[in-house]
């Protein structure tokens, strides 16, 4: 609704064969809150694959609309619970978000994600 200040929440949905229709789950994979870290908003889903299950990197927004990198993860796609703050904001980065994972040749993982520093957004990378 119109009224609504949330920017977002997290939704899981299962494509045609076209790549143009979905059938979208009836409620939200991660939804705000209750803690604060994430009281405005869960966006920019990125998941991954584990032996264990699913790892989902995720932005939340606080009160302020601030971002954080954070994640959940679960054994199957809707058994997802979140886990914490993957990269805090801080004096050398703030507004973590927007995970890309990919794994090397070598079986090496690497997380690129973007980050705000002296009003200009940038590339960070975590192996």
């Keep these: 609704g119109d009224d609504d200040r949330i920017t977002g929440r997290i939704w899981h949905g299962v494509g045609a064969e076209d790549g143009l229709a979905f059938r979208m789950d009836a409620e939200p994979l991660l939804t705000p809150g209750p803690d604060t870290f994430d009281i405005m908003g869960c966006e920019d889903p990125t998941l991954v694959p584990t032996p264990e299950g699913f790892i989902l990197y995720y932005t939340g927004l606080d009160e302020a609309f601030d971002a954080e990198m954070l ?24 507004n973590t978000k927007e995970a890309t994972v990919c794994i090397t040749q070598d079986g090496e993982w ?18």
């Design 71 to 94: 994640y959940a993860a679960g054994p199957d796609i809707r058994s997802l619970k979140k886990r914490g703050t993957v990269f805090k904001s801080g004096k050398t980065q703030d």
């Design 110 to 127: 690497r997380l690129f994600y973007e980050f705000a520093r002296n009003d200009a957004s940038l590339v960070g990378v975590a192996r």
